[in-house]
T-cell receptor, first 111, second 113 residues
Framework: QKEVEQNSGPLSVPEGAIASLNCTYSDRGSQSFFWYRQYSGKSPELIMS????GDKEDGRFTAQLNKASQYVSLLIRDSQPSDSATYLC???????????FGAGTRLFVKA | DTAVSQTPKYLVTQMGNDKSIKCEQNLGHDTMYWYKQDSKKFLKIMFSYNNKELIINETVPNRFSPKSPDKAHLNLHINSLELGDSAVYFCASSLDRDQETQYFGPGTRLLVL
């Protein structure tokens, strides 16, 4: 079982729709969860972090965490073509200072 | 000003060669990382240094050797390059080893022929 799992996609949504990206993780003791965005040919950049169960909103982005289900998600409201990128879920587990990344979900927002 | 910089940006070389990638951060961070991202976009930690001390050393071939001359620099030397080493190598930094927000460099695209 992979430590952090994501559907590789591609996920295609029309402009203005809600994009929903999902991630599961295996280390039950994990405490820190992140979403990074990576445009093609570019480096990852942090867009959201979440540490407690529930929702955390930042502009058009909402991160949701359910530790009991070992599940974290990212919702993008009013999706724009500029949101087209690969979204990497990252989890800091209990094994030292390491952050484990998922393989990413490719998102396409169609104009 | 570039926060985390890497050189070179592109590296094309023959199998068996030795090459180095350099990384510098001007953020004043204590912790730096090397990641490898393969063709499937899987980003995997290789090494991490905190104030010049090695704190993460994942299972990578010993042909890969990191060096941190000071906390602003983390270099990666690769001996006897193999085809499977072709990937994008990202350097990153964080404020300290307990701060999880990481800032990534632009990446070095390595192609081994």
């Amino acid at each position: 079982q992979k430590e952090v799992e994501q559907n590789s996609g591609p996920l295609s949504v029309p402009e203005g729709a809600i994009a929903s990206l999902n991630c599961t993780y295996s280390d039950r003791g994990s405490q820190s969860f992140f979403w990074y965005r990576q445009y093609s040919g570019k480096s990852p950049e942090l867009i959201m972090s979440i540490y407690s169960n529930g929702d955390k909103e930042d502009g058009r982005f909402t991160a949701q965490l359910n530790k009991a289900s070992q599940y974290v998600s990212l919702l993008i409201r009013d999706s724009q073509p500029s949101d087209s990128a690969t979204y990497l879920c990252a989890v800091r587990g209990t094994g030292g200072f390491k952050t484990i990344f998922g393989a990413g979900t490719r998102l396409f927002v169609k104009a | 000003d570039t926060a985390v910089s890497q050189t070179p940006k592109y590296l094309v070389t023959q199998m068996g060669n030795d090459k180095s990638i350099k990384c510098e951060q001007n953020l004043g961070h204590d912790t730096m990382y090397w990641y490898k991202q393969d063709s499937k976009k899987f980003l995997k930690i290789m090494f991490s240094y905190n104030n010049k001390e090695l704190i993460i050393n994942e299972t990578v071939p010993n042909r890969f050797s990191p060096k941190s001359p000071d906390k602003a620099h983390l270099n990666l030397h690769i001996n006897s390059l193999e085809l499977g080493d072709s990937a994008v190598y990202f350097c990153a930094s964080s404020l300290d080893r307990d701060q999880e927000t990481q800032y990534f460099g632009p990446g070095t695209r390595l192609l081994v022929l």
